[in-house]
Each structure stands twice: as C-alpha cells, then as structure tokens.
C-alpha cells in the first residue's frame, strides 16, 4: 500500500546541516528572524517558552519536541521573560554550547536546536501539506533520533550526507505521526487522520494516472460528493483537485530531474494526462516553464 505521508517526506529530499546544544539560565529571551527555513528543538532538560508569530506562545517541557516545517519570526525565553523585548547577552561555552542569560552556574534549561534543508525545488508545495506546528510531548524516540543527528554531524564518517539524510527523514516521519491526527493543523496529516478521507488520499498517491473526478474520489471515501468536497477542502486545507493537480505537479517534476531520457509523453502518461499536449499546457501554467525546458534546466 501507497503510503502518502512517506512520498511526501521523500520528494522533500531533507538534509540536517546545522544543529547545536543551547542552554538557558535566569531570565533570558532569544528572537530570531527566519526566511521560512524548517527548525526543530528537543527539550532535554528543564522549561521554556516558545512564542511563534502569529500563534500563541506554548511552554515546552523536558521531552518535548518541536518541529516548524517553515519557521519565520519567533522568539524563545526563560518561563519568566526578561522585562522588554530585547534579547540577552549569550556567550559560547569551552564545549561549544550557547548559554543564554546567567553564563555561570548550572543552566534552568537545556536544548538541542537545529535547521533542516529540503532540496526538492517542490518544498513550499510539499510543506503547504504538513502542519505549520508540530508540538510532540514525552516521545524519547524523537530526543534518540535528534541526539543520533547531532553525533553524526559532528564525524566526518563515509557516508555521512546519506546517513543525515535518512536520519531527517525518519525524524520528520516520526514527528509528524506523533502529531493528534484531527486536531493538528489542516494538512495531509489531518486528512489522513480522517478515516473516510484517508481512503481517498490513498487512492490519488496509489493511482494518479487515474482520471479522478470529485464525485469518483467522494465514492470512495463513501461519502456524498458536498460532503465530501467540504469536509476534504476543510480538513487538507485546499480543494480534492487542487491537491491532487499539486501531486501530479511533483511527480512530474520529481521525473523530469531524475530520469534523463524520460520523454514529456512518458511523464505525461504516469502523472494522469491523456497526452503530451495537455500535460504540457497544464505544466506550464502551474510551474512557469514548458516541460522539456524545465527539465533542461534541472539537468
């Protein structure tokens, strides 16, 4: 069986390029200011409170793990912030660990942090489909594999890009399933959460070469083709023919860089297009460039 949340992870292609110890003590506030690259934290020890633009603030316990597929502004303090909204001074401790507020003593908190990359030109699209906030409570799976992360960047072992690069999928995997299914953010995960829906989005990922239509893709979630159209636009977050033209899109998009001898015809017929001519039209207007040009490009 065709399992979506996997093909979604794996087209995003993640990287863990950065990652670091940070511990805070006292009363401190760190703000950063980010361009929409996805951040993770792992609590190890002790309390803090992260608050994300736009949402309201959550205290984060030892345990917890936090997972912003696209991060922008947000800012991280002490239970208690500083008076202000400055941040505090921090130093760099002798074993490489940021210490925020008090730099002496032992710390009231201590995280690990980190940035992912996603190399797959597909990324706004793909993390449209995933929850803007994943917050995870008490999962040691989650700290085991964020602790493998941080000891694998920091070799220069063989094979040490593919070993990050699988150790980020299975983290994302792991954290976006830990999430609570109808209560999460909309997205796949919610749709997926959604017995009646899941169906359906299985069969888009199973069979895309398949003509869908609203109402066939309401029969199979046996649901009535209104209810079904509301319930999947309000649950996913964007129309049944929306997402599944995005997931033709990135299929599409995915062979073209791939496959070097791959003819339009042929990616044509795998993605669900009668023909060359109207996939290309239908490329065009959703990526801005013509197929073959496209594909000329990323080669």
Known sequence: MVDPLAEVVSLLQPGAPFSK???GADKWRVRRAENGRPFYCAVLLGRSRLAIDG???VILEKGDFVLVPAAFDFTMTSIEPPKGKHETPRIVLPDGE?????????PDVRMMVGYCTFASPDASLLVSLLPQFVHVHGEQRLTTLVELLKDESRERRPAREVILSRLMEV???EALRSTAGLEASPGLLRGLADERLAVAIRRMHERPTEPWTVAQLAKEAALSRSTFFERFSRAVGVAPMEYLLGWRMAK???LLRRKKEVTVSEVAEQVGYSSASTFSVAFTRHVGLPPTHYAREQQ
């Open 21 to 23: 110890f940070v511990s």
């Open 55 to 57: 949402r309201e603030p």
């Open 98 to 106: 940021i210490r925020n507020g008090v730099h002496d003593g032992p």
């Open 171 to 173: 983290l994302l995997i």
């Open 252 to 254: 599409a998009k995915d």
